[in-house]
């Protein structure tokens, strides 16, 4: 996404999870649980594990909720065990696709998103696909009538970030996935809590769409989001801010 449409794009999600609460945490919860099980249970050493809490309270999922979900993960309570699978492919108009999911039966989980890609006049893809296409990177997007340039500069760049750059009424902060943490811990202290913050893939070339097919995309996306296997969907699509305020 083009900056103006990451700072759209992240209010339309927001406003689509406040929506659907009880779904966020359901995700979250099978986020933290695989985190736990695959280095363990404490967050100071386990940087996946401090990254899924950090989403859930952010989604304002309840301590003990947290908890319960952490010690499932250890295996001291009994629960499903998921597995994580990407799935990449074509949307509308060539739109690239990743799809990050968690699922405890993955047949299924292809067979159901396979349908939608389908549904859509898309299509899925073997892996490896559409990845090329996209960077990992962490990601702070601030409002810019809350902080300045000079702050975010004077803070971010001097604990790992690579760049700030304005983009569509935001400012955009950009670090490297292993700095993430670091990044994120030297603005909190500075006073500068992040409007959103994330370990994301960064589309390197944006496929342009009139209103017609970003509709199309968004629905595929919004879809998506919807199925209980997802976690996270990346993308493309420059879809105009009319667009996304208006499905909101």
């Not at 500068?192 to 994301?200: C, F, G, I, K, N």
Request: aromatic letters at 6%.
């Amino acid at each position: 996404m083009a900056g103006h449409s990451k700072w759209a794009n992240i209010k339309h999600r927001k406003a689509r999870q406040d929506a659907v609460r009880g779904k966020a945490w359901s995700k979250c919860s099978r986020a933290i649980i695989v985190a736990a099980r695959q280095a363990g249970g404490d967050p100071e050493y386990n940087l996946g594990l401090r990254y899924a809490i950090e989403m859930a309270k952010a989604a304002n999922m309840p301590k003990d909720t947290i908890a319960k979900a952490i010690k499932r993960g250890m295996g001291e309570t009994e629960g499903v065990a998921y597995e994580e699978i990407r799935y990449e492919g074509y949307g509308p108009a060539g739109v690239a696709l990743i799809v990050d999911c968690l699922t405890d039966n993955l047949n299924r989980a292809a067979a159901e998103i396979r349908k939608l890609f389908e549904k859509s006049g898309g299509n899925l893809g073997k892996p490896g696909a559409v990845a090329f296409g996209f960077r990992q990177q962490g990601l702070f997007l601030f409002d810019v009538a809350r902080v300045t340039e000079e702050q975010l500069i004077e803070v971010a760049l001097d604990a790992g970030a690579d760049d700030v750059v304005e983009a569509g009424g935001a400012w955009e902060v950009t670090c490297p996935p292993r700095d993430f943490h670091r990044v994120r811990d030297a603005l909190v202290s500075a006073g500068l809590d992040p409007d959103s913050a994330e370990v994301t893939m960064l589309p390197q070339t944006m496929v342009d769409c009139d209103a017609v097919t970003a509709a199309k995309v968004l629905r595929l996306i919004d879809a998506l989001e919807d199925h209980d296997d997802v976690q996270k969907v990346y993308h493309n699509a420059e879809i105009p801010d009319e667009v996304l305020s208006g499905s909101q």
